[in-house]
Protein backbone atom coordinates (compact mmCIF):
# COMPACT_ATOMS: atom_id res chain seq x y z
CA UNK A 1 0.00 0.00 0.00
CA UNK A 2 0.97 3.36 -0.65
CA UNK A 3 -0.13 6.98 -0.16
CA UNK A 4 0.50 9.74 -1.85
CA UNK A 5 0.11 13.43 -1.03
CA UNK A 6 1.00 16.57 -3.27
CA UNK A 7 2.02 19.64 -2.44
CA UNK A 8 3.32 23.01 -4.11
CA UNK A 9 0.53 24.27 -6.36
CA UNK A 10 -0.66 28.05 -6.28
CA UNK A 11 -1.57 31.08 -8.23
CA UNK A 12 1.33 32.08 -10.57
CA UNK A 13 1.57 34.27 -13.55
CA UNK A 14 2.05 32.92 -17.52
CA UNK A 15 5.88 32.50 -17.65
CA UNK A 16 6.39 31.73 -13.88
CA UNK A 17 7.41 28.68 -12.24
CA UNK A 18 6.47 26.16 -9.93
CA UNK A 19 7.98 23.00 -8.42
CA UNK A 20 4.96 20.36 -7.05
CA UNK A 21 6.26 17.02 -4.79
CA UNK A 22 4.61 14.46 -4.11
CA UNK A 23 5.37 12.70 -0.59
CA UNK A 24 4.94 8.74 -0.64
CA UNK A 25 4.51 6.63 2.45
CA UNK A 26 5.23 2.64 2.63
CA UNK A 27 8.74 1.27 2.07
CA UNK A 28 7.69 -0.25 -1.02
CA UNK A 29 7.95 3.49 -3.12
CA UNK A 30 11.30 2.39 -4.84
CA UNK A 31 9.91 -0.47 -6.40
CA UNK A 32 6.97 1.90 -8.48
CA UNK A 33 7.30 4.20 -11.55
CA UNK A 34 5.68 7.76 -10.86
CA UNK A 35 3.63 9.70 -12.85
CA UNK A 36 2.01 12.91 -13.03
CA UNK A 37 -1.58 13.15 -14.44
CA UNK A 38 -3.30 16.83 -14.42
CA UNK A 39 -6.95 17.38 -14.73
CA UNK A 40 -8.63 20.93 -15.79
CA UNK A 41 -12.67 21.33 -15.63
CA UNK A 42 -14.67 20.06 -18.07
CA UNK A 43 -11.45 18.14 -19.49
CA UNK A 44 -10.42 14.54 -19.01
CA UNK A 45 -7.38 13.57 -16.93
CA UNK A 46 -4.29 13.80 -19.04
CA UNK A 47 -0.62 12.26 -18.87
CA UNK A 48 2.14 15.03 -17.92
CA UNK A 49 5.15 13.22 -17.10
CA UNK A 50 6.30 10.17 -15.54
CA UNK A 51 9.58 8.39 -14.05
CA UNK A 52 10.82 4.91 -13.75
CA UNK A 53 11.66 3.34 -10.60
CA UNK A 54 15.21 4.17 -10.47
CA UNK A 55 15.06 7.65 -12.53
CA UNK A 56 16.39 5.71 -15.36
CA UNK A 57 13.66 7.03 -18.06
CA UNK A 58 11.56 9.46 -18.05
CA UNK A 59 8.48 10.15 -20.06
CA UNK A 60 7.11 13.61 -20.91
CA UNK A 61 3.82 15.05 -22.89
CA UNK A 62 4.60 16.74 -25.88
CA UNK A 63 2.68 19.51 -24.43
CA UNK A 64 5.58 20.08 -21.21
CA UNK A 65 8.25 18.80 -22.85
CA UNK A 66 11.21 21.12 -22.72
CA UNK A 67 9.10 22.99 -20.16
CA UNK A 68 8.45 20.40 -17.37
CA UNK A 69 11.23 18.18 -15.08
CA UNK A 70 10.30 15.12 -13.24
CA UNK A 71 12.62 13.64 -10.81
CA UNK A 72 12.45 11.74 -7.67
CA UNK A 73 14.76 11.24 -4.71
CA UNK A 74 13.81 7.60 -3.21
CA UNK A 75 15.59 8.15 -0.05
CA UNK A 76 13.07 10.53 0.53
CA UNK A 77 9.90 8.90 -1.17
CA UNK A 78 9.24 11.72 -2.72
CA UNK A 79 8.65 12.87 -6.44
CA UNK A 80 9.29 16.15 -7.73
CA UNK A 81 7.69 17.99 -10.70
CA UNK A 82 9.67 21.28 -12.19
CA UNK A 83 7.46 23.61 -13.96
CA UNK A 84 8.92 26.19 -15.82
CA UNK A 85 7.70 28.90 -18.79
CA UNK A 86 4.03 27.92 -17.29
CA UNK A 87 1.22 28.97 -19.91
CA UNK A 88 -2.57 29.68 -18.81
CA UNK A 89 -3.23 26.26 -20.77
CA UNK A 90 -1.57 24.15 -17.89
CA UNK A 91 -3.95 25.29 -15.19
CA UNK A 92 -5.14 22.06 -13.76
CA UNK A 93 -5.45 20.26 -10.68
CA UNK A 94 -2.29 17.79 -10.65
CA UNK A 95 -2.28 14.50 -9.19
CA UNK A 96 0.68 12.14 -8.89
CA UNK A 97 0.69 8.30 -9.02
CA UNK A 98 2.39 5.03 -8.62
CA UNK A 99 2.34 2.23 -10.98
CA UNK A 100 3.48 -1.10 -10.85
CA UNK A 101 3.47 -1.57 -14.37
CA UNK A 102 6.46 -1.63 -17.27
CA UNK A 103 7.64 1.06 -18.80
CA UNK A 104 5.34 0.84 -21.58
CA UNK A 105 2.24 1.48 -19.77
CA UNK A 106 3.59 4.71 -17.98
CA UNK A 107 1.34 7.00 -20.16
CA UNK A 108 -1.90 5.34 -19.35
CA UNK A 109 -3.72 6.49 -16.18
CA UNK A 110 -5.17 2.70 -15.96
CA UNK A 111 -1.71 1.26 -15.17
CA UNK A 112 -1.69 3.26 -12.08
CA UNK A 113 -2.31 1.57 -8.96
CA UNK A 114 -2.18 4.43 -6.11
CA UNK A 115 -3.29 8.09 -6.49
CA UNK A 116 -2.64 11.39 -4.97
CA UNK A 117 -5.60 13.34 -4.23
CA UNK A 118 -4.09 16.82 -5.88
CA UNK A 119 -2.78 20.04 -5.97
CA UNK A 120 -4.30 23.02 -7.59
CA UNK A 121 -2.58 24.76 -10.10
CA UNK A 122 -3.62 28.28 -11.67
CA UNK A 123 -1.17 30.41 -14.46
CA UNK A 124 -2.66 33.42 -14.59
CA UNK A 125 -2.44 35.20 -18.29
Known amino acids: QVQLVESGGGLVQAGGSLRLSCAASGRAFSRYAMGWFRQAPGKEREFVAAITWNGGSRYYADSVKGRFTISRDNAKNTVYLQMNSLKPDDTAVYHC??????????????????WGQGTQVTVSS
Open 97 to 114: AASGAGEWALINDRSYDY
